[in-house]
């Protein structure tokens, strides 16, 4: 329960009235917000509350008919987040210890003094902001689920490892899957191959910030069709910074994207064809000055673009003077067209006569004009000859390469030239002289529109018949066609006879219209790409100017500009005192400003707009206040993002168990973790005002710098060295560098990992392999040396011999395999480019493998460290001939991820194979149980995974996967 936002309604319950009146004037002092009503008792207050909403309950504890906490219990029944605040003279450890058990959202001991109900007025305006902050996440989460159960878009949900958990019906209908079938997907579930780099990346910033993220990812829907989708990616977190939810909103623009791409091709041929238009074309603003020429202009005037450029136009023009070219202007608004003829003169004083096509563009808030010129002497000196000869001399002469055709009215016959028939792709036999078949051509939109031309001609309405319109081709395609005509002869009655007349191409003509309508569409749409509302003050008349889209960018409620007086009460009332003082000191001053403000939308949106001035002055006197609007929300936003995901940044970096150093690359620590300071002993303060090379025994001054010169590709850069605490003592470390940007300059972040224990084991493992190397190999070497002497002497039973000597060899291989595990453990050397066809085979023949046989079917190249891939293919066919026999035939054959290498032998039980890569163990009385071991060390210290399973003919099969193909 709670009242309205802009008044914040209190019941102060104590069964002292003065005391309460008291409160109720010193704290509406304090904060004009608030509306207090006071209640003597617990019962009174019950009633109170069952009638009215409050937003907070300030009450005393020792009352008659209830106390304070017992208040508290009945209205913690019905108002479970309501702000209680127990406000009490009878304060003790054991009533707040209650009180809080209770539920009590604060608790404040009365005080003498005033100053009490300051303290009092502050607990109860942040219990009342926390309250209704909460009501409206709470409002919030309610609107977030409608939204994306109703958005017309599609909305995926994942859980923080990404995976799906929550689709919307739109998503379903987009993507062709149910909600059962993606959850627990991942996106790779629903994203083309082409997309995964870019989606993975996303998918990264995502995981290690907060904020939201745009992307356009080509998709594959359930039917396997590939679709592009708009995709706005968001980490939704509370005040802490825990991730709450990971959304994805995203659309099939398909379709735009196929329009966009149609749009920049057509852009593009707009180009083109302005450059190589046969028309003269020109760009010129509003005083006249050409802007652009294209080429066909350039060549008429024989002047390079750069001495066109910059002139005026009635410089060029020498029939219309500058005053009437500014009334033309003047009388055209955005997109009208005005077509005239004039006189256009050369440098060399040559005139020349032109047909001009004027277009107010929609650009530079309509400053800019093309003119379309063309040269019609040519036509001018047909006309003059026309004008001497008969109506069908006329008509004829006029048709001069042009198509002409003969109307027959009585009978309905056409005759027609061969341009006539060449201009629609047909030859003159191909035509069929009548005019129905004439009809038949003209596009049926435009057909009503000819008839109806004609008709008015026949009338006498008009002295010729001219329309445009468009005709089908011989190849089926439509071309826009000029049809001129006239009635040559009537009859006695005045019927007509004949007619004639001519066909004129302006399919061109007509392209490049539509080109430049999509042209000034698109220039109209790229005024609000920038986002920025202009406005104007007059200081004189207090008139004010606001540009269309300020008026879009403020919701559009307006209808026209409100007055100086009202103008800046668009703006939160919190905010606007310093726009109003801005425009005040511009006005009075000549200040330029540039403040920030919020402004609420008419669907209640709050937008933060930034709000510039620049004055213009005279005779240093403000003439004019000019200036833009410009939303910012999303930067403030950004702002916000960035200064949390320090604060965030810090919080883990000082949380980190691992000492961790920000080093300048003047080799001074920039900051270090609170691990650093516990680990070395020495304070913060101390550590900022030492180096690297203070506290790392085996680093000299100036090896920051070929550090950052020497970091790999992959970023990280890893070695092992000694600090020395404060008191002395020197623990080794393993250090992970890598190159950070800190405060906008680059630096190295280190993170230092106690290794002691891993040294200490790494002595006792080089102890043990020192053990086994010497006290048990020399012994063993003494041992067959008697053996090899005793065979020689023949000394002693052959086959007791035989087998002392079997036992010698596997004593040999368990003592090699035990010093394999003990000294090359988990690390591997220098990785290099492997052929893994060839690589196979040399490793087959290092191996005593009887009559068993090798099937190589691979063709892949890997990154490996030779020798010790070497020591697992070694080992793997070793094991298949122990349990497989002479005669088994081993395979080593392609995965996708990586390679397999099986037996056609007896295989391994299910029940065992858990236990097969475990030290010790194996099923032959040959083997020393640490082969296999070997193998999957080798494995993951190359980060692979070796996996055993049955092969194709019963045998064993090891997959080797996760090892990707070398580049």
Same mark, same amino acid.
């Given at each position: 329960?709670?009242?309205?936002?802009?008044?914040?309604?209190?019941?102060?319950?104590?069964?002292?009235?003065?005391?309460? *009146?008291?409160?109720?004037?010193?704290?509406?002092?304090?904060?004009?917000?608030?509306?207090?009503?006071?209640?003597?008792?617990?019962?009174?207050?019950?009633?109170?509350?069952?009638?009215?909403?409050?937003?907070?309950?300030?009450?005393?504890?020792?009352?008659?008919?209830?106390?304070?906490?017992?208040?508290?219990?009945?209205?913690?029944?019905?108002? $479970?987040?309501?702000?209680?605040?127990?406000?009490?003279?009878?304060?003790?450890?054991?009533?707040?210890?209650?009180?809080?058990?209770?539920?009590?959202?604060?608790?404040?001991?009365?005080?003498?003094?005033?100053?009490?109900?300051?303290?009092?007025?502050?607990?109860?305006?942040?219990?009342?902001?926390?309250?209704?902050?909460?009501?409206?996440?709470?409002?919030?989460?309610?609107?977030?689920?409608?939204?994306?159960?109703?958005?017309?878009?599609?909305?995926?949900?994942?859980?923080?490892?990404?995976?799906?958990?929550?689709?919307?019906?739109?998503?379903?209908?987009?993507?062709?899957?149910?909600?059962? $079938?993606?959850?627990?997907?991942?996106?790779?579930?629903?994203?083309?191959?082409?997309?995964?780099?870019?989606?993975?990346?996303?998918?990264?910033?995502?995981?290690?910030?907060?904020?939201?993220?745009?992307?356009?990812?080509?998709?594959?829907?359930?039917?396997?069709?590939?679709?592009?989708? *708009?995709?706005?990616?968001?980490?939704?977190?509370?005040?802490?910074?825990?991730?709450?939810?990971?959304?994805?909103?995203?659309?099939?623009?398909?379709?735009?994207?196929?329009?966009?791409?149609?749009?920049?091709?057509?852009?593009?041929?707009?180009?083109?064809?302005?450059?190589?238009?046969?028309?003269?074309?020109?760009?010129?603003?509003?005083?006249?000055?050409?802007?652009?020429?294209?080429?066909?202009?350039?060549?008429?005037?024989?002047?390079?673009?750069?001495?066109? !450029?910059?002139?005026?136009?009635?410089?060029?023009?020498?029939?219309?003077?500058?005053?009437?070219?500014?009334?033309?202007?003047?009388?055209?608004?955005?997109?009208?067209?005005?077509?005239?003829?004039?006189?256009?003169?050369?440098?060399?004083?040559?005139?020349?006569?032109?047909?001009?096509?004027?277009?107010?563009?929609?650009?530079?808030?309509?400053?800019?004009?093309?003119?379309?010129?063309?040269?019609?002497?040519?036509?001018?000196?047909?006309?003059?000859?026309?004008?001497?000869?008969?109506?069908?001399?006329?008509?004829?002469?006029?048709?001069?390469?042009?198509?002409?055709?003969?109307?027959?009215?009585?009978?309905?016959?056409?005759?027609?030239?061969?341009?006539?028939?060449?201009?629609?792709?047909?030859?003159?036999?191909?035509?069929?002289?009548?005019?129905?078949?004439?009809?038949?051509?003209?596009?049926?939109?435009?057909?009503?529109?000819?008839?109806?031309?004609?008709?008015?001609?026949? #009338?006498?309405?008009?002295?010729?018949?001219?329309?445009?319109?468009?005709?089908?081709?011989?190849?089926?395609?439509?071309?826009?066609?000029?049809?001129?005509?006239?009635?040559?002869?009537?009859?006695?009655?005045?019927?007509?006879?004949?007619?004639?007349?001519?066909?004129?191409?302006?399919?061109?003509?007509?392209?490049?219209?539509? *080109?430049?309508?999509?042209?000034?569409?698109?220039?109209?749409?790229?005024?609000?790409?920038?986002? !920025?509302?202009?406005?104007?003050?007059?200081?004189?008349?207090?008139?004010?100017?606001?540009?269309?889209?300020?008026?879009?960018?403020?919701?559009?409620?307006?209808?026209?500009?409100?007055?100086?007086?009202?103008?800046?009460?668009?703006?939160?009332?919190?905010?606007?005192?310093?726009?109003?003082?801005?425009?005040?000191?511009?006005?009075?001053?000549?200040?330029?400003?540039?403040?920030?403000?919020?402004?609420?939308?008419?669907?209640?949106?709050?937008?933060?707009?930034?709000?510039?001035?620049?004055?213009?002055?005279?005779?240093?006197?403000?003439?004019?206040?000019?200036?833009? !609007?410009?939303?910012?929300?999303?930067?403030?936003?950004?702002?916000?993002?960035?200064?949390?995901?320090?604060?965030?940044?810090?919080?883990?970096?000082?949380?980190? #168990?691992?000492?961790?150093?920000?080093?300048?690359?003047?080799?001074?620590?920039?900051?270090?973790?609170?691990?650093?300071?516990?680990?070395?002993?020495?304070?913060?303060?101390?550590?900022?005002?030492?180096?690297?090379?203070?506290?790392?025994?085996?680093?000299?001054?100036?090896?920051?710098?070929?550090?950052?010169?020497?970091?790999?590709?992959?970023?990280?850069?890893?070695?092992?060295?000694?600090?020395?605490?404060?008191?002395?003592?020197?623990?080794?470390?393993?250090?992970?560098?890598?190159?950070?940007?800190? *405060?906008?300059?680059?630096?190295?972040?280190?993170?230092?990992?106690?290794?002691?224990?891993?040294?200490?084991?790494?002595?006792?493992?080089?102890?043990?392999?020192?053990?086994?190397?010497?006290?048990?190999? #020399?012994?063993?070497?003494?041992?067959?040396?008697?053996?090899?002497?005793?065979?020689?002497?023949?000394?002693?039973?052959?086959?007791?011999?035989?087998?002392?000597?079997?036992?010698?060899?596997?004593?040999?291989?368990?003592?090699?395999?035990?010093?394999?595990?003990?000294?090359?453990?988990?690390?591997?050397?220098?990785?290099?480019?492997?052929?893994?066809?060839?690589?196979?085979?040399?490793?087959?023949?290092?191996?005593?493998?009887?009559?068993?046989?090798?099937?190589?079917?691979?063709?892949?190249?890997?990154?490996?460290?030779?020798?010790?891939?070497?020591?697992?293919?070694?080992?793997?066919?070793?094991?298949?001939?122990?349990?497989?026999?002479?005669?088994?035939?081993?395979?080593?054959?392609?995965?996708?991820?990586?390679?397999?290498?099986?037996?056609?032998?007896?295989?391994?039980?299910?029940?065992?194979?858990?236990?097969?890569?475990?030290?010790?163990?194996?099923?032959?009385?040959?083997?020393?149980?640490?082969?296999?071991?070997?193998?999957?060390?080798?494995?993951?210290?190359?980060?692979?995974?070796?996996?055993?399973?049955?092969?194709?003919?019963?045998?064993?099969?090891?997959?080797?996967?996760?090892?990707?193909?070398?580049?």
């Amino acid at each position: 329960m709670t009242a309205t936002t802009n008044t914040i309604s209190i019941l102060h319950v104590d069964d002292e009235s003065e005391f309460a *009146e008291m409160a109720t004037t010193f704290l509406e002092r304090e904060d004009d917000r608030f509306v207090i009503e006071t209640a003597t008792g617990a019962d009174e207050a019950v009633e109170y509350l069952a009638d009215n909403d409050v937003d907070c309950i300030v009450s005393d504890y020792d009352m008659p008919d209830r106390n304070g906490i017992e208040f508290l219990g009945t209205v913690r029944e019905e108002y $479970e987040d309501l702000p209680f605040i127990l406000y009490t003279g009878k304060g003790s450890e054991e009533i707040a210890s209650k009180a809080i058990s209770a539920g009590v959202t604060d608790y404040l001991q009365k005080e003498t003094g005033t100053g009490q109900y300051t303290v009092l007025a502050n607990r109860i305006t942040n219990a009342v902001k926390q309250y209704r902050a909460k009501r409206e996440l709470e409002a919030s989460q309610k609107r977030l689920s409608l939204f994306i159960e109703q958005s017309p878009l599609g909305v995926l949900e994942y859980d923080n490892e990404f995976n799906i958990v929550g689709v919307n019906e739109a998503a379903e209908e987009i993507l062709g899957y149910s909600e059962a $079938e993606l959850q627990g997907e991942t996106w790779e579930q629903i994203v083309a191959s082409s997309s995964y780099e870019n989606v993975d990346d996303v998918t990264s910033a995502l995981a290690e910030t907060e904020g939201g993220y745009h992307s356009v990812d080509e998709n594959v829907r359930k039917d396997g069709e590939h679709i592009v989708c *708009e995709w706005h990616n968001r980490v939704v977190t509370d005040d802490d910074g825990e991730v709450l939810a990971i959304f994805s909103l995203f659309q099939d623009i398909t379709d735009r994207k196929e329009h966009e791409e149609r749009l920049e091709r057509s852009t593009a041929r707009l180009k083109v064809l302005f450059e190589n238009s046969p028309d003269m074309i020109d760009i010129h603003t509003d005083d006249g000055t050409v802007i652009d020429v294209n080429q066909q202009f350039c060549e008429v005037f024989d002047q390079p673009k750069e001495a066109l !450029v910059g002139r005026k136009v009635w410089d060029i023009d020498q029939e219309l003077s500058a005053e009437e070219l500014r009334d033309l202007w003047d009388g055209m608004e955005i997109g009208d067209r005005r077509e005239l003829e004039t006189e256009f003169e050369r440098d060399d004083g040559k005139r020349f006569p032109v047909e001009v096509h004027i277009t107010r563009l929609p650009v530079e808030d309509g400053t800019r004009f093309m003119v379309v010129s063309r040269d019609i002497t040519e036509r001018r000196e047909r006309l003059r000859e026309i004008q001497t000869l008969n109506e069908r001399l006329e008509l004829a002469v006029e048709g001069a390469g042009l198509g002409v055709w003969d109307w027959d009215m009585t009978t309905d016959a056409v005759e027609f030239n061969e341009r006539w028939a060449t201009m629609l792709g047909y030859t003159l036999d191909e035509i069929e002289p009548h005019v129905d078949a004439w009809e038949s051509r003209v596009h049926p939109d435009d057909l009503e529109g000819v008839n109806e031309a004609l008709e008015a001609h026949i #009338n006498g309405e008009t002295p010729h018949y001219d329309t445009e319109h468009r005709m089908r081709t011989a190849a089926g395609d439509w071309k826009w066609i000029r049809d001129i005509g006239r009635i040559v002869e009537r009859d006695e009655d005045g019927d007509p006879v004949r007619a004639v007349g001519i066909h004129l191409d302006i399919d061109d003509r007509k392209r490049r219209e539509r *080109e430049l309508e999509r042209t000034r569409d698109l220039l109209e749409q790229t005024e609000h790409i920038a986002d !920025v509302g202009g406005w104007e003050i007059d200081t004189d008349t207090k008139e004010v100017f606001w540009t269309e889209h300020l008026f879009e960018l403020l919701g559009g409620q307006y209808d026209e500009e409100p007055p100086l007086s009202e103008a800046l009460d668009v703006y939160h009332e919190d905010d606007r005192p310093a726009v109003e003082a801005a425009v005040e000191t511009a006005l009075s001053d000549g200040d330029s400003f540039d403040v920030n403000a919020r402004f609420r939308r008419p669907d209640g949106e709050i937008r933060w707009l930034r709000i510039q001035g620049e004055p213009t002055l005279a005779d240093d006197e403000v003439t004019t206040l000019r200036g833009a !609007v410009q939303d910012v929300t999303e930067q403030r936003a950004r702002e916000r993002d960035l200064q949390r995901a320090r604060e965030e940044y810090e919080e883990l970096f000082n949380g980190m #168990n691992d000492s961790a150093w920000v080093i300048g690359l003047d080799e001074t620590f920039l900051a270090v973790n609170e691990a650093a300071v516990d680990r070395t002993g020495y304070t913060r303060e101390e550590l900022q005002s030492m180096g690297p090379h203070d506290i790392d025994v085996e680093l000299e001054p100036g090896e920051i710098s070929s550090l950052v010169q020497d970091m790999p590709d992959d970023g990280v850069q890893v070695i092992e060295t000694v600090h020395e605490t404060k008191d002395g003592r020197r623990i080794p470390v393993e250090i992970n560098s890598s190159l950070i940007s800190y *405060e906008d300059e680059t630096a190295v972040l280190s993170i230092a990992r106690d290794i002691s224990d891993r040294k200490r084991r790494e002595r006792q493992l080089e102890e043990f392999a020192s053990i086994v190397s010497h006290d048990l190999r #020399n012994p063993l070497t003494v041992a067959q040396g008697w053996l090899e002497i005793a065979r020689e002497e023949g000394d002693g039973d052959a086959e007791s011999l035989e087998r002392i000597g079997e036992a010698h060899h596997r004593m040999n291989r368990l003592i090699e395999d035990l010093l394999t595990l003990a000294r090359e453990g988990n690390d591997v050397g220098e990785r290099e480019s492997v052929d893994l066809a060839s690589f196979v085979d040399r490793c087959w023949k290092n191996v005593a493998t009887a009559d068993a046989t090798l099937r190589v079917d691979i063709d892949r190249t890997i990154r490996a460290d030779p020798t010790r891939l070497e020591q697992l293919f070694e080992n793997l066919f070793r094991n298949a001939v122990e349990h497989g026999g002479d005669q088994v035939t081993v395979t080593v054959g392609e995965l996708d991820t990586g390679f397999y290498v099986e037996d056609d032998g007896p295989g391994i039980p299910p029940e065992d194979r858990e236990d097969v890569f475990g030290y010790g163990y194996s099923t032959s009385e040959d083997g020393t149980g640490f082969g296999l071991s070997i193998v999957k060390q080798i494995a993951e210290a190359h980060d692979w995974d070796i996996r055993l399973t049955e092969g194709t003919d019963g045998g064993a099969r090891f997959e080797v996967i996760g090892v990707p193909a070398d580049s």
